[in-house]
């Protein structure tokens, strides 16, 4: 009969031990169910209360039925597991079959523990034994510390998590029990393309990458993935593979509608994130204020012929096509006049690609343009929609209120250790690339990226 105990306070039992049999618990601990979700510095403990125990062979180490008093690993030897069948007539067979067998390694005794029920098995020494045995108040006192200090660790965690912050403390307690928590190694692959995929995962520690095709998303500490489907209902759209050792939170779709509603909201935001994320400027970001980021972003559609001149914002492409003129200017060597340095040419921009012109001043009060003579205005800073488009888009008075002023934003993404967007793409045969400052990233699809850069005569 178990009574209740004082967790805090309960001070488990300490039995020396050489380091390896420290070693060798610690992984016979690792291979039952109970230790699934416990780390190495926890089990220690449980390894620490051990204590070595000698039977002889043909002895009974456990009887069906009985009280649950310890859980075993076996150190030496060999066991077998009976558990008590019915004969024909409905008399109980002596001695029990055999229904298991357990080495060196293997654990039981586990299942009456935990769940305070009798024995579900008998277990007898086949040969000599050596085995190392925890009580049954130290066993459950540590699992209970255990559980509670996991548990306060993801209620920290899903706390910082954008999609739960509006949720109150019993709510967010809540989805806390409803977490699994899973570990992945590096290289490890947690989903693949073209599954069905139910379970959204959060990243507790650790970074993932998110691949579909050319397109890699890392996603770090409270980025969530696997959103996508769970919207859609069709099947994954990415592999996604731990970077390094990952601890995920995993929770399925019908537990989270149950506790939130209609995940769509919420979900957008997480999948919008991930898409402002494949924009280099953004990706060095802080979260929080990605987060803010995204809830500025609107959705506006364009139709097939319209232009659009994105002075003082940034658009990224959800559907449909646009051309750019994809000229390169850049600032003529000691003077403040921007020059042409290749022949202007249209370039594709279409879905995950975008455009900006977040440091011109915003002087259209409509972004497109209807009329034949508005065609002749067409220049790098147009765009002109091949395909009906549906576009997310930022202005920059709502970036500046999330990053401050834009300049020193620019500056930032630049002195980021993420420097992809600084890269210019072609080569020019008069101009020493190694003397070029990124101005400004005019837009970026599979042609690569257009910026304005400086050209700095003094390097
Ligand atoms: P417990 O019920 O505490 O004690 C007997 C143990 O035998 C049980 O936990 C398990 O660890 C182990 N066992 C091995 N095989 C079986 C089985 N087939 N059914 C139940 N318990 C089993």
Known sequence: ???????????????????ETTEFLLDALGNNFVFD??????????????????????????RQGDFGDYFYVVGEGEVAFHVRGESPGGVPNDPPPQVGAGAKGSSFGELALLYNTPRAASIRAVTPLKLFRIDQVTFRSLLMSQRCQARSDILESAKKISIFQDLDEIMLCKLVDAFSIVTYRPGERIINKGDKGDVLYI????????????????AGEGECFGEQALITGDARLANVTAV??????????????????????????????KLLRLIPMFQCLERDEADRCVNYLKEESFKKGDKIFPSGKLYFILEGRALVMSNKEMYVPGTSELKSITEP??????????????????????????????????????????DDMVCLTLLA?????????????????????NDDCIRVRKKSNSIN???????????????????????????
Not at 203 to 218: L, P, R, T
Not at 347 to 370: A, H, W
Not at 436 to 458: A, D, E, P, T
Request: charge should be negative.
């Open 203 to 218: 990243v507790k520690s650790g970074k993932v990458k998110i691949m579909d095709g050319a397109i890699v998303v890392i």
């Open 37 to 62: 979700s416990i780390d190495d510095s926890s089990k220690l403990q449980f390894v620490n209360a051990m204590q070595a125990q000698d039977f002889d062979e043909g002895d009974w180490v456990v």
């Open 244 to 273: 390094t050792q990952s601890t995920l939170m995993c929770v399925s779709k019908g537990v989270l509608e149950e506790l939130l509603g209609p995940l769509d909201q919420a979900l957008k935001h997480c999948r919008r994130t």
């Open 1 to 19: 009969m178990s009574t209740p105990m004082d967790v805090a306070s309960f001070d488990p039992p300490s039995f020396p031990k050489s380091e």
């Open 397 to 417: 008075s709502d970036l500046e209120c999330v990053v401050g002023d834009l300049q020193g934003f620019f500056a930032r993404c630049l002195n980021s250790s």
């Open 433 to 459: 690339l190694s003397m070029m400052k990124m101005h400004r990233l005019l837009g970026k699809g599979s042609f690569g990226k257009v910026c304005i850069c400086l050209y700095c005569v003094s390097g």
């Open 345 to 386: 040419k249209l370039t594709k921009l279409e879905k995950n690609d975008y455009f900006e012109d977040l440091l011109g001043s915003c002087q259209e009060t409509c972004d497109t343009l209807q009329s034949p003579a508005d065609l002749n205005r067409m220049n790098e800073n147009t765009i002109s929609v091949e």
